[in-house]
């Protein structure tokens, strides 16, 4: 099993810059996508950016240009800098890896428990 631990939330102003990050620990185990999500209020929880194994990376069309995810497979750690930030970017960001444990036929899902981002004057 993995454990993710997100860090890095808070309340930022409007055109202001955030980062988060989220390192992965557990047993034995190899990551093939890395990605954000958030939810932000009345909204379902939709994808903000993925870092592929192969460093491909995609974001949401509202994030493009402002946010910038990266990786360390080493250290199994994925950050997201957040520039130009704007209310409607406050919700919570969730941390995701699909990884496959030593010994297991296939990959799941991994889930951390999550980080407010506020924007607000």
């Known amino acids: 099993q993995l454990q993710l631990v997100e860090s890095g939330g808070g309340l930022v102003q409007p055109g202001g810059s955030l980062g988060l990050s989220c390192a992965a620990s557990?047993?034995?185990?190899?990551?093939?996508?890395m990605s954000w999500y958030r939810q932000t209020p009345g909204n379902e929880r939709e994808l903000v950016a993925r870092?592929?194994?192969?460093?491909?990376?995609n974001y949401s069309d509202s994030v493009k240009g402002r946010f910038t995810i990266a990786g360390d497979n080493v250290k199994n750690t994925v950050y997201l800098q957040m520039n130009s930030l704007k209310p409607e970017d406050t919700g919570v960001y969730y941390c995701?890896?699909?990884?496959?444990?030593?010994?297991?036929?296939?990959?799941?899902?991994?889930w951390g428990e999550g980080t407010l981002v506020t924007v607000a004057s």
């Open positions: 995701n890896m699909y990884a496959r444990v030593l010994g297991e036929v296939s990959g799941t899902n991994y």
């Open positions: 870092l592929t194994r192969g460093r491909d990376t």
């Open positions: 557990g047993t034995r185990f190899t990551v093939y996508h």
